[in-house]
């Protein structure tokens, strides 16, 4: 009778462990935010934390709303739709850039924008390698500075290299648009000495691939003025005109 009691008791605890496993692999294959696998929100639009100005001099025009809509009295400006859950640098659409808080190396992205007509600004990954973000809406000649272009360098005074999109995917200025991108980080040996260049192995804008492994040999223009690095920030430009963000996250690239 005691010999079955313990093999009773030994039946339970292995279901308990079993269990208990299992529920902790549930709580890996979510992140606190709930989200699946390693995806974290950097930006949800209910305010600025987690951000923070490049420019901490000028004021700070970053706010949250609901949405955007095209002004139908001048569509290069927008009406903020009240509320939150986006952010909108501002009526005029010149305020200070953002850096984000958290710092990535390798790493896929999701982003939404949108723009006004005519309006410009750009991601740049590690605070360095800028994606544009632009009014490209019915574009046939795609350059570098469309939007889904990998901005060019800044040597001697002129612009270096860059590469168009492959296809113009964009939507008409007001709507909401989305980039995915993969971003491979550069490689530094032991003494920071740079073995291999940045790379976006792929952007997807509004669902269509844009570019597939672009290497970038140095920081595009306009970036943050450091030396290039294993880990950086993100930066949302905010001083070339309206563009709202909303529902950036970002993963650990697998």
Known sequence: MLNKNYGLLAVALS??????????????????????????????????EGWHPLEVSQPNDWQACASVKL??????????????????????????NLLSDMKHGDVEAHIEFAVSKGSNSGIYFMGLYEIQVLDSYGKTSLD??????????????????????????????????????QFRAPRFDVKGKKLDNARFLKVIHNGTLIHEGVEIEGPTRAGIEVP???????????????????????????
């Not at 949302?236 to 993963?251: D, E, F, S, T």
Request: net charge positive.
């Open 71 to 96: 002004n139908p009295r001048n569509e290069h400006f927008f009406i903020m739709v009240p509320g939150k859950g986006a952010l909108v640098n501002g009526e005029k659409g010149q305020t200070v």
């Open 228 to 254: 290039e690095a294993p880990i950086g920030p993100l930066m949302l430009q905010g001083n070339h005109g309206p563009v709202a963000y909303r529902n950036i996250r970002v993963q650990s690239l697998r």
């Open 144 to 181: 570098f500075s469309d939007c889904g272009g990998i901005y060019a360098r800044w040597i001697d005074e002129k612009n270096v290299g860059g590469v168009p999109p492959k296809v113009n995917a964009s939507r008409p200025p007001g709507e909401w648009q989305s980039f995915d991108v």
């Open 15 to 48: 279901l308990l462990v079993v269990l208990l496993c299992q529920t902790d692999v549930a709580s890996v294959a979510k992140d606190k935010l709930g989200l699946p696998g390693g995806w974290k929100v950097w930006l949800d639009g209910q305010s600025l």
